[in-house]
């Protein structure tokens, strides 16, 4: 299996602008989260899927956040419109259950907003 | 809400040192999970343990769950240039949930 694939690896993109950030978990993981990593906060949760449902989303930062799974391989974190204060690097990882599984991350996307 | 307190937040040791990190919390966890990230690059799982007072090693890598189910100690050692990256504890309380992160602890070794 080549793992979680997120895409892409790195963006920069200027305040105001869309920003669509992707995942592909491992397949047959029925769980997918998505994480933001900064200096200041490290991991923070912002939601995560149940066979391809939002379960929780109270980590999502604001309205200008949305996340979607419209199938069991693929989900994307968008944010419109972006911000300086939304730099950091994203995670997707993926998971069989929410149990003592342990997470599968994927490399992450660096995001940088100018 | 629920916190790991993960320490020291950094190190830096000469090679072939011996290295020591822990993780505590005022809550009691079912499970603890140990993972690096190597820079650039997503946390990758190291060691789980499921049992207080468990001892599990992974290599030159030996992590324990507290007796207390409160804490979680991670030890390198004969640390290598590789080791480098950021060591995070997580945290499982009950039989299913989120885990809960602790914010790293970054490991810089010089040869």
Same mark, same amino acid.
């Given at each position: 299996d080549a793992g979680v694939i997120q895409s892409p690896r790195h963006e920069v993109t200027e305040m105001g602008q869309e920003v669509t950030l992707r995942?592909?978990?491992?397949?047959?993981? &029925?769980?997918?989260?998505w994480y933001r990593q900064t200096m200041m906060r490290g991991l923070e949760l912002l939601i995560y899927f149940n066979n391809n449902v939002p379960i929780d989303d109270s980590g999502m930062p604001e309205d200008r956040f949305s996340a979607k799974m419209p199938n069991a391989s693929f989900s994307t974190l968008k944010i419109q419109p972006s911000e300086?204060? &939304?730099?950091?690097?994203?995670?997707?990882?993926s998971s069989p259950g929410l149990g003592p599984y342990g997470?599968?991350?994927?490399?992450?996307?660096?995001?940088t907003v100018v | 809400g629920q916190q790991l307190n993960q320490s020291p937040q950094s190190m830096?040791?000469?090679e072939g040192e011996d290295v020591s990190?822990?993780?505590?919390?005022?809550?009691?966890?079912?499970?603890?999970?140990?993972?690096?990230?190597?820079?650039?690059?997503?946390?990758?799982?190291?060691?789980?343990?499921?049992?207080?007072?468990?001892?599990?090693s992974n290599g030159r890598l030996t992590a324990q769950f507290g007796i207390t189910r409160k804490d979680s100690f991670l030890n390198i050692s004969a640390s290598i240039p590789s080791d480098v990256g950021i060591y995070f504890c997580a945290?499982?309380?009950?039989?299913?949930?989120?885990l809960i992160f602790g914010k790293g602890t970054k490991l810089s070794v010089k040869p």
């Open positions: 995942c592909k978990p491992i397949s047959g993981h &029925d769980y997918l989260f300086p204060r &939304d730099s950091a690097v994203y995670f997707c990882a997470y599968t991350f994927g490399s992450g996307t660096r995001l | 830096f040791i000469q990190m822990n993780c505590t919390s005022s809550s009691i966890f079912n499970t603890w999970l140990w993972y690096k990230q190597d820079p650039g690059e997503g946390p990758v799982l190291l060691i789980a343990l499921y049992k207080a007072g468990e001892l599990t945290g499982l309380r009950g039989s299913q949930g989120n």
